[in-house]
């Protein structure tokens, strides 16, 4: 029997697919495995269960001398050191299916949040000097008619396009490859440069892999081509923004407003952008439902089944 260790503490309905025929191991008395409780029995182990949050690096899997499969809870994949696991043989998977609708939803919402001031005015109404009630004061930014900038347009890329059509935005893009013309008129959306998307964008939501060469693919230079107006959306990744440029960026007003579920040292946030009032905070949460997350579970379990079996497709980044 094949044996399954789990770093995170999951749901068992999300797991009934394993049931049975494998053998899992899973924290019991606490919500996660430390870094080095799995490093020190990884060994014994053919498939490893990390989240997103969960690097695995070259150390761990060099441990694990039976590992065959990492099967990552998560759809991006950044916490695990890909090519040095199909060097060592093992093959590496990852969730896209059950991440997309949700991921799609909260950035959406992170969009009208930022633009309409919701969490601002949240906050500023539970003080006592509250906020001005005036017909002119504090306003937000509307969402008909603007334009949306969508840097990556893979699957969630294109649920928030279909949400923000919805909702009266026009839809530009940019993606290393341009898609095919019947999907851009799904959305009516227009493939531009990066620049231009930039520059000409009223929100523009992150939604590229986090790879080498999109580190820090937001910095200051492109902060400066914004329009002062723009709002900024970021789902993706923490390390592809570089945040202290973010964070000078909102407080000199360079940029109107920013939206954030992810962060570079994860689960610690820039104390700048903890001190100002233009920008939405969210702690990694596009997927928090307990809905959304027993479906990342069986979704993360079928590739597992799917690769011993053959009984479900799996999703293979390797």
Not at 42 to 49: L, Q, R
Not at 224 to 239: D, E, L, S, Y
Not at 290 to 303: K, L, P, V, Y
Request: net charge negative; hydrophobic share 40%.
């Amino acid at each position: 029997m094949k044996k399954i260790l789990i770093a995170y503490r999951l749901h068992p309905e999300g797991l009934k697919d394993l049931e049975g025929k494998y053998e899992i191991v899973l924290p019991q008395e606490k919500s996660y495995f430390t870094k080095e409780e799995v490093t020190s029995i990884i060994h014994d182990f053919e498939v490893f269960v990390p989240n997103f949050s969960f690097y695995t690096d070259k150390n761990i899997i060099d441990k694990a001398t039976k590992l065959e499969l990492i099967s990552n809870y998560g759809v991006g994949y950044n916490n695990i050191d890909v090519n040095y696991a199909t060097e060592k043989g093992i093959t590496v998977t990852n969730i896209p299916n059950s991440t997309r609708e949700p991921t799609a939803e909260f950035a959406f919402a992170l969009l009208l949040a930022a633009g309409r001031r919701i969490g601002y005015y949240d906050r500023k109404l539970r003080t006592p000097k509250g906020v001005s009630w005036g017909v002119y004061a504090e306003c937000g930014l509307p969402v008909y008619g603007k334009t949306l900038g969508i840097i990556g347009m893979g699957r969630i890329g294109q649920s928030l396009a279909r949400r923000a059509v919805a909702s009266g935005m026009n839809i530009i893009y940019h993606n290393r490859n341009r898609l095919d013309t019947s999907i851009e008129q799904t959305y009516n959306a227009h493939y531009v440069s990066f620049d231009e998307l930039l520059c000409t964008a009223d929100y523009i939501s992150l939604n590229a892999p986090s790879t080498p060469e999109t580190y820090h693919l937001i910095g200051e230079k492109e902060f400066n081509k914004m329009k002062p107006t723009a709002v900024f959306i970021n789902t993706a990744r923490g390390n592809m923004v570089n945040e202290k440029a973010l964070a000078k960026a909102l407080k000199n007003e360079q940029i109107w407003a920013a939206a954030l579920d992810v962060f570079e040292n994860e689960p610690h946030i820039l104390p700048e952008l903890l001190e100002l009032d233009n920008v939405v905070l969210a702690p990694h949460a596009a997927t928090k439902t307990m809905e959304d997350r027993i479906a990342m579970s069986i979704e993360m379990a079928q590739n597992i089944v799917g690769f011993y079996e053959g009984t479900f497709a799996i999703s293979r980044v390797n």
